[in-house]
């Protein structure tokens, strides 16, 4: 058998290069790179393919970023231009790349990716957008994903986004209201997407699902209650899986938002209470969060309750997950029309690594999420934006 050559760069280790000699310096790491794999310079043993440009920020917190950039390039291969704070006190950038490789079927070249780290101490942020343009792949997309609270450094900010096609504006959770109005406003950019509105998709499948038998149909346009649980480990804002959720509702449904929101703390709890009006009349809204006793990383959706009106009697729907931590949701369905026995289905929340590639994977435009959120940012007591 022959011994393998280990290489640094197609093992992820990041190559120190010269800022201005970036390009040079990849394209003279590959060739090795190939061979030493088990290939050759006419048939290299791995594939590159970049989809897209990935700007990924992580001038805060480098380590949330890291644990899962490599696996949201396994599902969604690009150059990814990572931008890292040092503590370095002049005006100057380094940099260094690596590769990021998955074997996607035995018997198949590997798949690789670039990874272009660049550093500068807070002094030298600004020069972050010269030093990235030179680096872009041509004739792919531009996306930035954004990771801290985007009023820190807001010049920064608007000056990428504004060259990107897409933003994805992954916030840590609480965030400050005006963060994620920064974040969201379509002034900056139009298709900037808050990756948390990705973390309710199996939670917006099994609300719609509800309402698929026959005889629940006419029941989506009589609601008149609707109550979102959420287990957090924090409370200082409403967490955000629950407002996309309830703002999604009310978008696609065309409820419209009468009087102001009202947030009241509790002792291990905080509830927001919001008043809608629909084509048949009030929608209450309130949305629970709940401090957890388990310990998680990010808030999770506990359950739902929707309350429909009807002069026969009231249709309650609920779906309720059976612990913060794992996939099963009880539904329960009570009606004057359908009463049926409950069930439990399986319904696992997105890791963070599979939201981001979801984003990315999506399309730019996405009507639900265009009407949810002037909704959700109302809920925080903002105007639109």
């Not at 009310?250 to 008043?275: F, M, N, V, Y």
Request: hydrophobic share 45%; with cysteine.
């Amino acid at each position: 058998m022959t011994e393998q050559i280990a290489n640094p760069f197609l093992e992820g280790h990041g190559v120190p290069v010269a800022l201005a000699d970036v390009e040079a310096e990849l394209a003279r790491l590959w060739g090795p790179a190939g061979v030493e794999a088990g290939g050759d310079e006419g048939e290299p043993a791995v594939t590159r393919v970049a989809l897209a440009n990935l700007i990924v920020e992580c001038l805060d917190d480098p380590a949330r970023v890291a644990s899962v950039l490599e696996t949201v390039m396994a599902h969604y291969p690009c150059r990814a231009i990572v931008l890292c704070s040092s503590d370095a006190t002049d005006r100057r950038i380094e940099a260094e790349a690596s590769a990021l490789c998955h074997l996607p079927a035995p018997g198949l070249p590997q798949v690789c990716s670039e990874r272009i780290v660049l550093r500068a101490g807070p002094s030298a942020h600004d020069l972050f957008p010269g030093a990235v343009r030179p680096l872009l792949e041509p004739d792919v997309p531009l996306i930035l994903w954004w990771t801290s609270d985007p009023t820190t450094r807001p010049g920064l900010y608007r000056e990428l986004a504004a060259e990107c096609s897409r933003v994805i504006v992954d916030l840590p959770d609480p965030i400050a209201p005006t963060a994620l109005a920064l974040g969201l406003d379509r002034a900056v950019h139009h298709f900037s997407r808050d990756s948390a509105w990705f973390a309710i998709t199996g939670w917006r499948e099994l609300i719609a699902q509800l309402f698929d038998p026959a005889c629940l149909a006419g029941a989506l346009d009589q609601i008149a209650q609707v109550v979102v649980e959420v287990d957090a480990s924090r409370l200082e804002t409403p967490p955000r899986p629950g407002l996309w959720l309830v703002a999604w509702l009310a978008g696609q449904l065309g409820w419209k938002p009468t009087g102001r929101p009202t947030i009241t703390p509790a002792e291990g709890s905080s509830r927001l209470d919001a008043r809608f009006e629909s084509a048949s009349g009030p929608v209450e809204i309130a949305l629970v969060a709940r401090l957890s006793t388990t310990r998680l990383p990010d808030p999770v959706v506990a359950g739902v309750t929707i309350t429909c009106r009807d002069p026969r009697g009231e249709s309650i729907l609920r779906l309720a997950r059976q612990s913060p931590l794992a996939p099963a949701v009880r539904i329960d369905v009570t009606s004057p029309e359908a009463c049926r026995l409950p069930r439990v289905v399986d319904s696992t929340d997105p890791k963070p690594e599979e939201r981001i590639a979801a984003a990315l994977a999506s399309a730019r435009l996405d009507p639900p999420f265009d009407r949810a959120v002037t909704i959700a940012l109302g809920l925080l007591g903002l105007g639109p934006r």
